[in-house]
């Protein structure tokens, strides 16, 4: 059993309560790599924004658990080396069982979240009691979900939205006991959110996708008053970025993202985490395929993984800054 605490982590509990006072969210970005951790922590330094570090199911096995662990460690640590130690947290994404729940929190993470949203009501929130009730022993944070998110993440598949019945939302919270809710209205796993059908043209002939819809979020706001929401899907799938990527080899189709002012919108709200992890994919992967393409002599990984780092960092900055609104809050 490692502590979150024993490796300089903090969990989200007070990060939220801050948010939801300052209206603002805090930045959720998923990584599996060392350049992907990297850019996050030197951002959000160098912008004195917090963080929560989000590793899903499959990045967990990709990069290894006890690496993770010590990934971890090192962030803390490196923040301090670039001179702001600004609070981490370290979560769990979409964990969908007890058990990966539990494991996780035996080895060092300070936050999980159990999804239970493709169970039925009930079964979920039984899932999701007994998750809150083994993490709270460790003063580690849970967070919930009800909706399902359309698109696909990893190993989170779905093909249609189901958007959070408010009226379930005070029953859940008090019987599960979570910290948090994650909730359906309207974003997307992925980078394909929409179908060219569902969205409209702007006057420069861009997609603009449906709206958020933030009727649900205010009334599930009068509900839970003050209780941290949770927006998942929440990448803007920038369009230079996904341009790049095309001219330069790619296959990119109608790549349709949140827009960036409606996620500010609700980051004055009660939601108060917001998670982005297609956009970063983008961004390096844009970088990579510019370097591989204009210098095709070269085979360092250095070469091609700096700039993607970089590139990375500048869109983590522009993201606390611009859409999330953290950026001094550290």
């Keep these: ?60 096995k990709y990069a290894n658990q006890t690496l993770l662990r010590y990934m971890a460690q090192g962030a803390v ?39 239970g949203s493709h169970h039925p009501y009930d079964k979920n929130v039984e899932e999701t009691a007994k998750v809150v009730a083994y993490a709270h022993k460790y003063d580690v944070t849970v967070e919930g979900e009800l909706g399902v998110l359309a698109g696909i993440e990893d190993d989170v598949k779905a093909e249609h939205h189901t958007y959070t019945e408010p009226s379930q939302v005070e029953d859940f919270v008090k019987k599960t006991g979570v910290d948090s809710l994650a909730i ?59 341009a790049v990527i095309n001219k330069y080899g790619g296959a990119l189709k109608d790549a349709i993202g949140i827009p960036e002012e409606q996620l500010r919108k609700a980051a004055a709200s009660a939601v108060c985490k917001i998670n982005i992890d297609s956009d970063g994919r983008l961004a390096m992967t844009a970088a990579v395929r510019e370097v591989f393409a204009t210098k095709p002599a070269e085979f360092d990984p250095r070469k091609y993984l700096g700039p993607a780092r970089d590139s990375l960092k500048e869109l983590y900055m522009h993201k606390v800054t611009d859409v999330l609104g953290s950026a001094g809050k550290a």
């Design 77 to 115: 640590e490196y923040a301090k080396e670039l001179g702001y130690a600004i609070p981490i947290v370290l979560h769990l994404d979409h964990g969908d069982t007890f058990e990966l729940c539990k494991s996780c929190i035996e080895y060092g993470f300070s936050s999980v979240m159990i999804d």
């Design 1 to 60: 059993m490692v502590s979150y605490k024993d490796l300089g982590l903090a969990n989200s509990k007070e990060l939220f309560a801050k948010a939801i006072t300052g209206k603002y969210a805090v930045p959720a970005f998923n990584f599996n790599n060392m350049e992907q951790l990297q850019a996050i922590i030197a951002a959000c330094v160098e912008k004195r924004s917090p963080v929560i570090l989000q590793v899903s199911s499959g990045a967990r």
């Design 184 to 242: 359906s209205i309207g974003t997307s796993h992925g980078a394909n959110k929409f179908k060219p059908e569902q969205c409209t043209r702007n006057a420069d002939g861009i997609l603009v996708p449906p709206p958020l819809r933030f009727d649900i979020l205010e009334e599930i706001e009068k509900r839970i008053p003050g209780f941290p929401i949770v927006l998942h899907g929440a990448s803007s799938v920038p369009q230079d970025r996904v």
